[in-house]
């Protein structure tokens, strides 16, 4: 694997063996979690159907991992800035979304037996995870690691260190995992932030992440070519909208769920004015 | 339905109309026709400030969330009762009026953001600009004065 080191080691047959040691450990963790998921859907067959879909996000949802960190998108990405951002787009924000979409929480809740599942359940509510899962610290990790990896010397070094590429892209991963599912997760969360709360770091978070793509187009990092920068860049403000304006209408689709009238039949004893209301429709 | 719930749906009818055509103006209008279409506006104009650039990314993802905002919200009142249509499509031809006009003008003419296109005499630009701004502004406003004392009336 001579095309990952590029020249920045001074051992390249050891820097060689670490981005191995890192294909290895992605393609291993990769499979862990399509079995895992796997085994959670053979262990709750005995439960109510589990939509067709779910499963399906969370399996093309791996497929991106894929392809954002193996794969010849991920090859090209250490000369492309283009396809670099090709691979943080599938990686960071398509791959995370997906995934979120899957449900794993929901299916852990539904295959593991009462005892581990109520354990699981206190986990989440620990103060730990309600911090992390605050959209506002999601959105901080997310934008500001963003904004550390293109701004500072950190994209370099990622370049030149197959750790740091681990850990960069493991937090590009898990921030985007968890602004998701702070944001529109169907995952049960019991410290949910509110209809207002979480709009606003949305905005904030496509601000964000839009004023950088467009900072990136006149400022393309180090060593990369201004027409490769470009093109980048690009990709970064407009792939990102796809996904962002998707977050969006999921935001407003858990709203329009969530504040569904209630119709006299589900209520019991409903009020005058539902009433009339159907009457007026009728 | 209660005159205090009747309303509180007009608003809604309205809101929900003005968030729309705000929003498809600052995100598709623009994007679409005058980015990617036309190719007029710049993706980036160099000689910007920073200030200038935050403010448009703030204002980018501003307008994609009034876009969606405004049709759920008409998702939302279509379950709930008959919508007025003439009346929400007068709120959106409003709102689309009031947002040229407010980019034509304040972030074309005064801050100076961008203009609406480069190394040609921008006169006529600006005059259709704000001119077809103040027109769909003036038709909105007179179907909102017109469907005013019918909110139930499809």
Request: net charge positive; proline share 4%.
């Amino acid at each position: 694997m001579d095309q990952h080191d590029g020249g920045h080691s001074a051992n390249p047959a050891m820097a060689g063996m670490d981005w191995e040691v890192l294909d290895v450990v992605v393609v291993l963790l990769l499979g862990v979690g399509a079995l895992v998921y796997a085994l959670g859907l053979w262990a709750a067959r005995g439960r109510s159907p589990w939509p067709l879909r779910r499963t399906l996000f969370w399996y093309v949802g791996i497929g991106c991992v894929a392809a954002g960190l193996l794969g010849p998108v991920a090859q090209a990405a250490h000369t492309s800035f283009t396809a670099h951002m090709l691979g943080h787009l599938l990686l960071g924000m398509i791959a995370p979304l997906l995934m979120v979409l899957g449900a794993p929480i929901t299916l852990a809740m539904r295959a593991l037996p009462a005892v581990a599942a109520r354990r699981l359940s206190r986990l989440l509510r620990s103060a730990w995870i309600r911090g992390l899962t605050h959209p506002v610290i999601a959105a901080t990790l997310n934008a500001g690691g963003l904004w550390l990896l293109y701004t500072t010397e950190l994209f370099h070094m990622m370049h030149a260190s197959a750790a740091v590429y681990a850990l960069v892209h493991l937090h590009l991963f898990a921030a985007g995992y968890l602004l998701t599912a702070s944001l529109i997760g169907p995952d049960p969360d019991p410290h949910r932030a509110s209809m207002p709360v979480r709009s606003a770091v949305l905005v904030l978070f496509i601000a964000a992440h839009s004023i950088l793509a467009k900072w990136l187009f006149a400022h393309p990092p180090q060593g990369v070519e201004p027409a490769d920068g470009r093109a980048g860049a690009q990709l970064m403000y407009y792939g990102g909208d796809v996904v962002d304006v998707t977050l969006i209408v999921l935001l407003f689709a858990g709203w329009y769920a969530a504040t569904r009238p209630r119709t006299s039949r589900s209520r019991g004893s409903a009020r005058a004015d539902d009433h009339e209301t159907r009457g007026a429709r009728a | 339905m209660s005159r205090h719930s009747k309303a509180q749906f007009d608003r809604r009818v309205l809101l929900s109309g003005v968030l729309f055509g705000s929003g498809i103006a600052a995100s598709m209008i623009d994007l679409f026709i005058f980015h990617l279409a036309l190719q007029w506006h710049h993706f980036y104009d160099l000689s910007t400030t920073e200030v200038a650039l935050t403010a448009d990314g703030f204002f980018h993802a501003f307008g994609w969330f009034i876009t969606v905002w405004g049709l759920f919200l008409l998702a939302d009142l279509r379950r709930r009762t008959a919508i007025p249509w003439k009346r929400w499509a007068g709120a959106v031809i409003t709102g689309v009026g009031f947002f040229q006009l407010l980019d034509g003008v304040v972030s074309h003419k005064v801050l100076g953001i961008h203009q609406i296109r480069y190394g040609v005499d921008l006169l006529l630009y600006d005059v259709v600009w704000i001119g077809s701004a103040v027109v769909l502004l003036l038709i909105g406003l007179l179907m909102l004065r017109r469907t005013r004392h019918h909110p139930a009336t499809t």
